[in-house]
């Protein structure tokens, strides 16, 4: 649809940042925090870029107020963070550290300070070691009735100023990559495994929600997706129908159970006659179906173009590119499904991410018209190789016209019919890439930590941090492209 005009952004759209607890914080030992499956999986050699860890990470934990009045300055209307549950419990369960509530009730007071709307996650992929070591952590229906006694206690300590809660993050990522392609912990490569720690946490989600109506009744929750809309390679009916595969199994399968409770069909039968699809109790589905969101979040970065993959030696799980070279990702596929491909119309980053603002207008319009949700866009930015210059000067008109054109793209969703909440950009700060190091920069704000050495951690504001002050004040209106005033 080419629309004559377009329809204005609403006058209460959250303009936000986001970041994760292990991303950010640091202060692994600190105050109490137990240790989570991240803190030790880092340390196994090999595992991330250079061995970086999470331990520092860009000092949140002791420099939130710091980073809170750079949001106020920039006009930011919603902060997105996660909380660490092993900072609130650093067994998984049972005692509570009081000191880790402490620590997020004021980082809560110091945003509604500035009239920052909170945006809570109440799992972003850091899980307690000891609930991994006593029952494999998410390999067991345990987790369930864990992560829901967690998630109540933040209810309860923080529902008086959160209204906007996510349950879990990325789901379709921590449970793929720590169970099938084991580059995320636990490191298992496993793929009936993979979808059971799937289902579990499909459980986990719909319990939490159901528990929020009771805690939060004026609140709103929701997980969020990571969602990579696929395109056929070609018009081939092949790679029509590949791309019709990889949609169902890599989106629906965990979409459809948020907001219907049950698993798409053909990817349920397929499964089954693999012998991968997940066990299920009684009374699992009657759980599944009383956890819809009220909202659907998108954490959207690319889309994927896909063609017929060959059943015999067709291509399986590539090599992911967490070098920032740019053309060393490798496709990757399922044979007799689908495999990737490349997409000669799209732009990548030098971490081979295809660059589709309009995938992103693609991906809204396609949950609007299969889940009738409001969407909140959790996340969506670029990572790249930042350069500090003369006078501590940082020039990423590259994020700023990325950014420009994803937000472009939003109104035109929005003039298509799209309900949207807010955009949180990934990310506020530079912070710690779980597997790319610190040399991936995401941040509107500039911290001088690196994966070698001894570094100060200041935070030095980039030309997007004026451009998107901008593009909030006037409330998505004035997006032409500015530098930083003294420049």
């Not at 949140?60 to 809170?68: G, S, T």
Request: glycine fraction near 8%.
């Amino acid at each position: 649809m080419i629309h004559k005009a377009l329809k204005p952004f609403p006058a209460d759209f959250l303009w936000g940042a986001a970041s994760a607890a292990y991303q950010v914080e640091g202060a692994w030992n600190v105050d109490g925090k137990g240790k989570t499956n991240w803190d030790q999986f880092v340390r196994i050699p090999g595992k991330t870029f250079k061995g970086t860890t999470g331990d520092v990470a860009v000092d949140h934990y002791h420099r939130y107020k710091e980073d809170i009045r750079l949001m106020a300055e920039m006009g930011l209307k919603a902060y997105r963070f996660s909380v660490s549950w092993a900072r609130i419990f650093p067994n998984g369960r049972g005692e509570i550290n009081e000191k880790g509530i402490a620590f997020y009730d004021d980082l809560i007071n110091e945003l509604v300070k500035y009239r920052i709307e909170p945006i809570l996650t109440l799992y972003h992929w850091d899980l307690p070691q000891a609930l991994q070591d006593e029952y494999g952590g998410w390999e067991s229906r345990r987790i369930i009735r864990d992560f829901t006694d967690y998630s109540v206690e933040c209810f309860k300590r923080f529902g008086d100023r959160v209204k906007y809660w996510v349950s879990l993050n990325e789901q379709n990522i921590f449970t793929s990559h720590g169970y099938d392609e084991g580059s995320h912990p636990p490191g298992v490569k496993d793929t009936k495994l993979f979808y059971q720690v799937n289902h579990h946490a499909n459980l986990a989600n719909a319990s939490v929600i159901k528990a929020f109506r009771q805690y939060v009744p004026d609140g709103q929750i929701g997980p969020s997706f990571a969602y990579s809309p696929a395109y056929p390679a070609s018009s081939r009916p092949e790679d029509i129908l590949a791309a019709e595969n990889a949609e169902e199994l890599n989106n629906h399968w965990w979409m459809d159970v948020y907001t219907w409770g049950k698993y798409p069909k053909a990817a349920w039968n397929y499964l089954k006659e693999e012998g991968l699809a997940p066990e299920v109790e009684e009374g699992d589905f009657a759980l599944l179906r009383e956890g819809k969101p009220d909202f659907m979040g998108l954490n959207y970065y690319q889309t994927t173009t896909i063609e017929m993959n060959p059943l015999e030696d067709g291509v399986s799980a590539g090599e992911m590119n967490t070098t920032g070279i740019k053309g060393t990702a490798e496709d990757s596929g399922i044979p007799g499904l689908f495999k990737t491909a490349a997409n000669p119309h799209l732009e990548r980053t030098n971490w081979d991410w295809n660059i589709d603002p309009q995938g992103l207008r693609v991906a809204l319009r396609r949950i609007t018209n299969r889940y009738d949700l409001p969407i909140l866009i959790s996340e969506n930015g670029l990572g790249e190789f930042d350069q500090v210059e003369d006078e501590d000067k940082i020039h990423d008109e590259y994020r700023i016209e990325y950014l420009h054109a994803h937000i472009e793209a939003i109104q035109e969703a929005i003039s298509d019919g799209v309900e949207m909440l807010g955009y949180c950009v990934w990310s506020f700060t530079d912070l710690l890439s779980w597997l790319n190091g610190f040399q991936k920069r995401y941040g509107f704000v500039y911290v001088n930590q690196h994966e070698e050495g001894t570094h100060d951690l200041r935070r030095i504001k980039k030309d997007s941090f004026y451009w998107y002050k901008q593009v909030i004040e006037s409330n998505g209106i004035n997006r032409a492209e500015i530098i930083s005033p003294d420049r």
